[in-house]
């Protein structure tokens, strides 16, 4: 596999010459729709029915030209001024509406090399993109993948850094009929599912099976962008070779996001040697882009915040300021979590079991009620345990403490303090404010538990700051990834 390393020293590995400023990118949640106008998809449709031609690239960029707006023309400003996805982000850069990345910048620039050559590709129905004999290659010979596609492209990083924003550009900027984009996790569902069909209402057998479902798949776009890519089913790690090498057989250009290398995938699964030729299969056909050197997280900054005046997003629902504050405390956790299944996982600790009443495992985000966390006898260890294993702890009702309810005190002292240390973004529906939050009397202002809430008062308001919500979570996984 071509490895695009995000250091920045390494970018002249691939490039000599002097290089501009390096460009950034937006959060996930920050999405550019470059949608074609009815003009442009008829234009590309009788663009694909032409002949192989030496100017299928300009006309390409021409059909989308109207994606770039106020795109900077100097070729000092950016890395690749033919770049369509580079000059659309340094417009957004230069509107400010997005500020300089240099990780985002290595991945449009590979995105922008895909691009180019899928357009390029276009024209050439019978090679790249057929339109008959979509099952032309024989499965006799498996290992065979179509060499003159291009190669596609693999992004891997922390959360946050901006790998699907990344995607999305690439995906917004291409016609709708030759890309589908899609969750990795749904994609599996949908695939065991029409196995069964084929299987069960179709009569169909082996080699039929994969077939009936690569056709179905081809249909919907040759360039399939795959967001969360990770492997943890043994029934998924078992058809993933077979399944991909059918695909890319028959013109499939493959696009992935993910917060794993390929060569960790499905690590420590069963049956993992039976794995490995999928991976050597990723690595032949896509170019690896790391992303792991990223020090942001992008999720919850974004434009200026009405609410916050700031470019964070709110992260603290207080019902004494705030209509609607629980509603828009699950909105958030809805938007963050993006639909995957919630469910209870139990972490071990030294031999205890820590019960977490709901998380997204895809995500790594975990969601308590105050007394779930504070209420029953945890300590330290419980709490640094949770901040290793999930990246944002969204934590409900929240009340008012009291100076006589001193275990509450402590341990939510204890809890933010173990969060703060590992990262962790904390979304909070509660009662006050931090200023607010305990109450102390006269008599008892000089208390141990009153100084070390200041502290605690303190770091709850900066854990709220865009510079800490920026900031790349260190919990075991990332610590895993760097050791």
Request: net charge negative; glycine share 6%; with cysteine.
């Amino acid at each position: 596999m071509n490895v695009i390393a995000s250091r920045t020293t390494s970018l002249h590995i691939r490039r000599s010459g002097s290089r501009g400023p390096l460009l950034k990118q937006a959060s996930r949640t920050q999405y550019c729709h470059l949608k074609l106008s009815p003009a442009s998809t008829h234009r590309i449709r009788r663009f694909q029915s032409r002949k192989p031609t030496d100017n299928v690239v300009a006309s390409s960029s021409r059909f989308f030209s109207s994606f770039v707006v106020n795109a900077a023309t100097d070729a000092d400003d950016i890395d690749d001024p033919t770049g369509v996805l580079i000059q659309h982000y340094n417009s957004l850069v230069q509107s400010g509406e997005l500020s300089n990345d240099p990780y985002q910048l290595i991945a449009l620039r590979e995105l922008d090399r895909l691009r180019s050559e899928c357009l390029t590709h276009l024209s050439e129905e019978e090679t790249v993109f057929p339109t008959m004999g979509l099952l032309s290659l024989a499965w006799s010979n498996p290992e065979t993948v179509e060499p003159e596609l291009p190669k596609g492209v693999y992004l891997h990083g922390g959360v946050g850094c901006g790998k699907t924003y990344c995607m999305d550009l690439f995906h917004e900027s291409l016609p709708s009929e030759v890309t589908q984009k899609v969750h990795f996790h749904k994609f599996m569902l949908e695939v065991h599912k029409a196995m069964h069909t084929a299987k069960n209402d179709n009569g169909l057998s082996g080699d039929e099976i994969f077939d009936f479902i690569i056709k179905d798949i081809l249909e919907r776009g040759r360039i399939i962008c795959f967001d969360e890519f990770q492997v943890t089913d043994v029934a998924d790690a078992m058809v993933l070779k077979r399944l991909f090498t059918g695909l890319m057989q028959n013109g499939a250009i493959i696009v992935a996001t993910s917060n794993r290398p390929p060569r960790d995938l499905y690590l420590g699964g069963l049956q993992r040697d039976l794995f490995l030729p999928f991976i050597d299969l990723l690595e032949e056909r896509l170019v690896e882009v790391s992303m792991w050197d990223s020090d942001t997280d992008y999720r919850l900054v974004g434009k200026e915040s009405e609410e916050t005046g700031t470019h964070a997003h709110k992260v603290y629902f207080i019902e004494d300021d705030c209509n609607n504050a629980k509603r828009k405390f699950n909105k958030l956790f809805d938007t963050l979590t993006h639909g995957a299944p919630i469910s209870s996982i139990v972490l071990d600790v030294s031999g205890r079991q820590i019960l977490i009443p709901k998380a997204s495992r895809e995500h790594n985000i975990a969601r308590f009620s105050f007394y779930e966390l504070c209420g029953e006898a945890k300590g330290a260890a419980d709490y640094l345990a949770i901040g290793e294993r999930f990246n944002t702890i969204f934590i409900d009702n929240v009340p008012r403490l009291e100076f006589h309810e001193v275990n509450l005190v402590r341990r939510w002292i204890t809890l933010i303090d173990s969060l703060y240390e590992c990262h962790v973004k904390i979304v909070l529906h509660t009662k006050a404010s931090p200023d607010d939050m305990f109450v102390v009397d006269l008599e008892n202002k000089v208390t141990d538990e009153v100084f070390a809430f200041d502290r605690t008062r303190s770091r709850m308001e900066e854990m709220r700051s865009e510079d800490y919500l920026k900031k790349k979570w260190v919990g075991a996984e990332h610590k895993k990834l760097n050791s």
